[in-house]
């Protein structure tokens, strides 16, 4: 009789403490042992080598690990590019809304601009999202004449924003009374977006001929918005 065989016998005699219990090598204890020996020839082999030869070594790890980061660089710069794959405020009608938003919004943050062409504030508002479309482009931006996307929607709402992901809507904004009317900034709907989660500054894009900070408090920018307001007023 073999003491180390697994048979039913001997299990029944190991339980009995008759026989020692059998010592059972699992596939970790294999890699385990396989690396550790690995280990003890590499430094086998480094102990050998002379002063030229380690520093030749060293020469070619550090190229083996330059290697390594261009091609973790390479990996992150295609991940993030898969992501920034808008990059302007696209105008849709009703019958694309599904497509375009409901089932896109599974998939990406969807910023909904419900608008008239007529009302100054949201000509400023589609300006706005045009730069910030330009600037984060892994969120998509949409404008919808507002009785497109809800019918006999007032006019007084306007201009609202609909902030949808994850197949459903997550926030609205109704107006722009509380970034200060027509002197609204693009800061001010940037930092809104950012606080919901509706932008990913980390992806952010600085706009052609902008410096890193922005330049959205340039004298044309206030001209421009000065220009809404009394057009504003004049309409009152």
């Known amino acids: 009789m073999n003491p180390d065989e697994d048979t039913e016998w001997n299990d029944i005699l190991r339980k009995h403490g008759i026989l020692p219990q059998q010592i059972k090598i699992t596939q970790n204890d294999i890699y385990d042992s396989a690396v550790a020996q690995a280990q003890e020839e590499e430094s086998k082999r480094l102990e050998r080598l002379d002063l030229d030869e380690l520093a030749e070594l060293e020469d070619e790890e550090d190229d083996r690990v330059l290697e390594q980061y261009r091609q973790q660089r390479l990996a992150e710069m295609q991940a993030q590019q898969s992501k920034e794959k808008f990059g302007s405020l696209e105008h849709i009608s009703e019958p694309e809304y599904k497509k375009e938003v409901t089932e896109a919004s599974k998939d990406s943050w969807i910023v909904v601009h419900l608008f008239r062409e007529s009302i100054p504030e949201c000509k400023l508002m589609n ?93 044309d920018g206030e001209e421009q918005q000065s220009a809404y307001f009394d057009l504003g007023r004049a309409r009152s």
């Open 127 to 219: 300006r706005i999202l045009s730069e910030l479309a330009q600037q984060y482009r892994a969120t998509k931006f949409v404008k919808i004449i507002s009785v497109e996307c809800i019918h006999n929607y007032p006019d007084a709402n306007l201009p609202t924003l609909l902030v949808c992901g994850e197949g459903d809507m997550k926030n609205q904004l109704v107006r722009i009374d509380r970034f200060g009317g027509m002197r609204t900034k693009r800061g001010d709907v940037e930092k809104y977006l950012k606080d919901i989660g509706a932008i990913d500054p980390s992806l952010k894009r600085s706009l052609p001929g902008e410096s890193e900070e922005g330049d959205e408090d340039s004298d």
